[in-house]
């Protein structure tokens, strides 16, 4: 028998609205269940949005419209959102509500208010959950949690206080979250340790030692005693942050309380003392530590150790070692390796020598390190024959040398000029496949190139080329390198003289050679070197040209050196800051004030971080169209305080800026000014002036052709046989 059909008033009646806290109980039939005024917010699934190009038709260029609003459009990516939904689904509903409404608003406002009042109440899980979110303006969690406070019958609970100090923490508001203790205190719930434990715990994360000072005497003033641990952490912040007083003023204030001190407090103290180099009273810590507590074990002399070697205090690491040995500690291999790689490094190798042998009688295992670290001290000592020994040590212990053994070896011999030995060495890397790099051959290059033995260099070369290397680059880093030292230059062309029959020539090792014979003061050498390159089938590049023109300003050779900046310029690169330099001052030493001026500007548009005697010398130009000296020899003084002398490059810019925006007088009284104050002298205020006469009459002419022009009257000068040559 089918079921009664119900009435026919009951299927106008509207469904009565349920509205729930959170989610229902589920059931059975119902097992999750979401929905209602506030839980009802679903994320929106980004790949609906995401643009699909696989159905759609195949590109046709000749249909392409650029115009087409279509083809303005943005290609869908991903959507803005995604990442906050990701944050906020582990959420509860009523979080996600509040946080939700945080990012529709962006701000705290009457709008985002009246939507937060919606809610039936708000509870401290709820605000510490919200205070949680990473994902939120800091400005609008604030105004949050006091809106919060605010509420008929809520009051914070400690969670929400420590939610709102780790959140004003992470938006680098510390110094707010230092007034929350004052904060818990007006709202009748006073701080406890807890609450200063994470403040310090915060600033000693961040290293802000003295905010933990301050938060420890607000701890003081509150009246609130904090136990060993927290007393650990103070003077350990304050010790890693380099406020020693402060950490020992903390440790009185522990002795006063009548705690008693732990291995860990003792440890933080003589650290502090060995980093700050105040060895007797970190001795007498150490006694303190030994009568009241226990006797410092090999980590504790090891760590002292350590702190004394990262601040370089070697003598105090052998007195903490001596008291080590007096207190009966045996080292082990740590603390070995810790002193004797440091004395290596402090060129006290003996030293470091006698702690190895004494660690090989104990049978500690000793580490490869440390025999690197020995061998590289007494190669740098210059005793080859110390070191060689180490290496057959190493090798009978059982170790494989590696590349940076070998490297230190093969210089130490090479240094000693034991060529055919550092060779031999070099073959072992090759039959160990060590895989050789440069700075384990070029020793040897430089050994073969002193001793005079050129054949074997490009026997050498020739090997290189084999194993892999880049001979081009090889032989710059070489020719670098050989330059810098002494009579490193000679060599240097020698070897390039060599080289050159063999076919190993580039134009970086040319201009590597025309940098070093001009900075040699062999300027025509270099310039011979530049023609040859021009002659040969090689192209100078830029840095060549630049190099040509600092040697053609240096013999005096302007014009020259014009016409190679235009070189320069036809490769469309940029010269060097030298090359613009030298190129200026050697054109407003003959008086070439137009080319000067326009080259400064030119410079100063293409390069990073121009000479700064050129931008004085277009502030220059720029105060002369005031027609006042005094104003120019202020621009001039300030330039000398800045530690830039006045040269000839901004008496010229004076010559320009005057004869175009000033008079003759006005520029004569600040060359005069110049002399006074022992910028230029006679000789130069005479060169200048007659500088300054021509210029001003180019000036003229110029003006004057150009009102001819202008007038239209070149034509009827003409007719009368004025011929204008300018």
């Known amino acids: 028998m089918p079921p009664p059909s119900p009435p026919p008033g009951a299927l106008t009646k509207p469904n009565k609205p349920y509205f729930f806290y959170g989610h229902r109980k589920p059931t059975q039939s119902r097992p999750t269940v979401r929905g209602g005024l506030f839980s009802n917010r679903q994320t929106?699934?980004?790949?609906?949005?995401?643009?699909?190009?696989?159905a759609h038709e195949p590109f046709d260029l000749q249909k392409w419209d650029p115009?087409?609003?279509?083809?303005?459009?943005?290609?869908?990516?991903?959507?803005?959102?995604?990442?906050?939904?990701?944050?906020?689904?582990?959420?509860?509903?009523?979080?996600?509500?509040?946080?939700?409404?945080f990012r529709k608003h962006k701000q705290w406002s009457p709008q985002l208010v009246q939507e937060l009042n919606r809610l039936r109440r708000v509870t401290p899980t709820l605000v510490t959950e919200v205070l949680k979110f990473p994902d939120v303006d800091?400005?609008?969690?604030?105004?949050f949690f006091h809106w919060a406070g605010k509420q008929k019958g809520y009051k914070h609970d400690f969670a929400c206080y420590n939610a709102f100090a780790y959140f004003l923490n992470r938006s680098n508001h510390f110094r707010e979250a230092d007034q929350l203790p004052e904060l818990m205190h007006m709202q009748g719930k006073p701080p406890t340790e807890k609450q200063f434990e994470i403040l310090i715990r915060m600033h000693a994360d961040s290293n802000r030692g003295l905010r933990v000072h301050y938060v420890y005497e607000k701890m003081k003033k509150f009246g609130v005693k904090p136990r060993v641990f927290l007393y650990n952490r103070i003077m350990d912040a304050l010790v890693k942050t380099n406020h020693l007083d402060?950490?020992?003023s903390v440790y009185r204030d522990f002795k006063e309380e009548g705690l008693s001190e732990e291995n860990v407090t003792y440890m933080i103290l003589i650290k502090g003392m060995c980093k700050a180099g105040r060895l007797d009273e970190m001795f007498d810590l150490v006694d303190r530590m030994r009568k009241n507590l226990c006797k410092p074990d090999v980590f504790a002399y090891t760590a002292m150790v350590k702190v004394l070697v990262s601040e370089g205090n070697l003598n105090g690491c052998l007195t903490v070692w001596e008291e080590m040995k007096r207190d009966g500690v045996e080292p082990d291999s740590m603390a070995y390796s810790t002193l004797i790689m440091a004395l290596c490094e402090g060129k006290f190798v003996d030293k470091g020598y006698e702690l190895f042998k004494e660690m090989k009688g104990r049978n500690c295992l000793i580490d490869r390190a440390i025999y690197g670290s020995l061998i590289e001290a007494y190669v740098v000592d210059g005793k080859v024959g110390s070191a060689c020994d180490l290496l057959k040590d190493l090798i009978n212990s059982g170790y494989r040398a590696d590349l940076a053994i070998y490297n230190s070896l093969i210089k130490g011999l090479c240094n000693s000029k034991l060529v055919d030995r550092a060779y031999k060495l070099f073959q072992a890397t090759i039959r160990e496949d060590l895989q050789p790099d440069f700075n384990t051959v070029n020793p040897i290059l430089i050994c073969y190139v002193e001793l005079k033995k050129l054949n074997d260099f490009c026997k050498l070369l020739e090997q290189m080329e084999k194993l892999g290397f880049s001979i081009n680059e090889s032989l710059l880093d070489f020719f670098s390198g050989i330059v810098e030292t002494n009579d490193g230059v000679a060599i240097a062309m020698e070897v390039f003289e060599f080289l050159k029959i063999r076919n190993y020539i580039n134009v970086p090792i040319y201009n590597i050679l025309m940098d070093a014979l001009f900075k040699n003061g062999n300027e025509k050498k270099a310039l011979s070197l530049f023609h040859e390159l021009k002659?040969?089938?090689?192209?100078?590049?830029?840095?060549?040209?630049?190099?040509?023109?600092?040697?053609?300003?240096?013999?005096?050779?302007?014009?020259?050196?014009?016409?190679?900046?235009?070189?320069?310029?036809?490769?469309?690169?940029?010269?060097?800051?030298?090359?613009?330099?030298?190129?200026?001052?050697?054109?407003?030493?003959?008086?070439?004030?137009?080319?000067?001026?326009?080259?400064?500007?030119?410079?100063?548009a293409h390069v990073t971080g121009g000479p700064m005697e050129f931008k004085y010398a277009l502030t220059v130009i720029h105060v002369c169209k005031s027609n006042d000296a005094r104003k120019v020899v202020e621009v001039v003084g300030e330039m000398a305080e800045q530690g830039c002398t006045p040269s000839s490059i901004t008496c010229t810019a004076v010559v320009y800026g005057m004869c175009k925006h000033g008079s003759i007088e006005e520029a004569r009284s600040v060359f005069l000014s110049m002399r006074e104050s022992k910028f230029i002298t006679e000789a130069d205020v005479i060169v200048y002036d007659e500088f300054l006469v021509d210029h001003m009459k180019e000036t003229t002419a110029d003006l004057v052709l150009s009102g001819i022009k202008f007038f239209g009257l070149e034509s009827k000068l003409k007719a009368k046989g004025v011929v204008i040559n300018r």
Do not use: Q, W
């Not at 459009?73 to 689904?89: I, N, Q």
């Not at 800091?138 to 105004?143: A, G, I, L, N, Y």
């Not at 013999?555 to 900046?565: K, L, Q």
């Open 44 to 54: 929106v699934n980004p790949e609906k949005f995401r643009h699909r190009t696989a």
């Open 67 to 101: 115009d087409d609003e279509a083809n303005r459009k943005p290609t869908f990516g991903k959507d803005p959102s995604e990442k906050f939904f990701s944050l906020a689904k582990n959420l509860s509903p009523i979080a996600r509500y509040i946080v939700d409404a």
């Open 535 to 604: 002659d040969a089938d090689l192209a100078p590049d830029s840095s060549t040209l630049c190099n040509a023109i600092l040697c053609y300003i240096k013999i005096g050779d302007v014009r020259e050196a014009c016409n190679t900046y235009n070189a320069v310029k036809e490769m469309s690169s940029v010269p060097s800051i030298d090359a613009y330099y030298a190129l200026v001052k050697g054109l407003s030493d003959i008086g070439e004030v137009d080319a000067a001026m326009v080259l400064v500007r030119d410079c100063l």
């Open 246 to 248: 402060l950490a020992m």
């Open 138 to 143: 800091p400005r609008v969690s604030s105004k």
